[in-house]
C-alpha cells in the first residue's frame, strides 16, 4: 500500500481577477457607459452576432484614461506573478463590446498579444459570465464521465464576473461570453497588451555559442 501521495500541478493556465475599490466604481462606470452609448450611436439595425463593437482605440480618449492605467497596472502585476524582465508594455487595442440581451460572443482568442482581457462596465445576473476552454485540445480524444466536474477533469470553466471586475488572461487562452440571459446589456472593455519593441528587445536567443573559445 502507499504510505503518502503526492500530487503536482505544471504548466498552469494563469487568469488574473482585479476588482475595482467598490467607491469608485458607480461613477466610473456611469461615465465609460455614457461614452459608449455615445460611441456605439444608432442601434436601430443590429450588426451581425448582435454584438456592437466600437473602434480599437479607446486607450487614446481621454474617457477611458482610468481604464487604460488599470489595464497597464494589472499587466505589471501580472508580468511581476511571471517574473518577466521586460516591463515596457503597451496597449495595442481598447475596445468596447455591448451586448443586449440574447447576444454572445463566440469562441476565439486574442493573436499577436501577450495578454488579453475585459473590463465589466455592467455586467447583471443572467449576463456575468465568461467561458475559458482548455489550451490542450487533445485532452478531448479520451474523456471518459466523471462524477463531478472539477479543475482537473473539466475542458472549459465558467467564471463569474461583476461589474467593475478586470479579468486578465494569456492572449492565446480560447475564450466565449455565454448569451446575455439579463434584461439589460452588458457593457465590457477588451484590450491587448503586448511588448514594445519585442523584437528588437526580447527575441535574441537566450543562449550563448560555446565555440571560438
Known sequence: MFSDVDRFEFFPTLIWKFQVEPEERPGLNAALAAEITRLVGDRSTPPAGGTWQTDQNLHENPVFAPVAQMILDAALNVLTDLEVQNEDIVITGCWANVNPPGAQHIRHNHPNNFLSGSYYVTAGEGGDQIKFSDPRGQTSVLAPPTHNRNRFNSNNVMMP?????????????????????????????????MFRNYGEAMSRPMWKGTAGG
Open 161 to 193: 464576473v461583476a461589474d467593475g471586475d478586470l479579468v486578465m488572461f494569456p492572449g492565446w487562452l480560447d475564450h466565449e461570453v455565454p448569451i446575455n440571459q439579463s434584461d439589460a446589456d452588458r457593457i465590457s472593455i477588451a484590450f491587448n497588451v
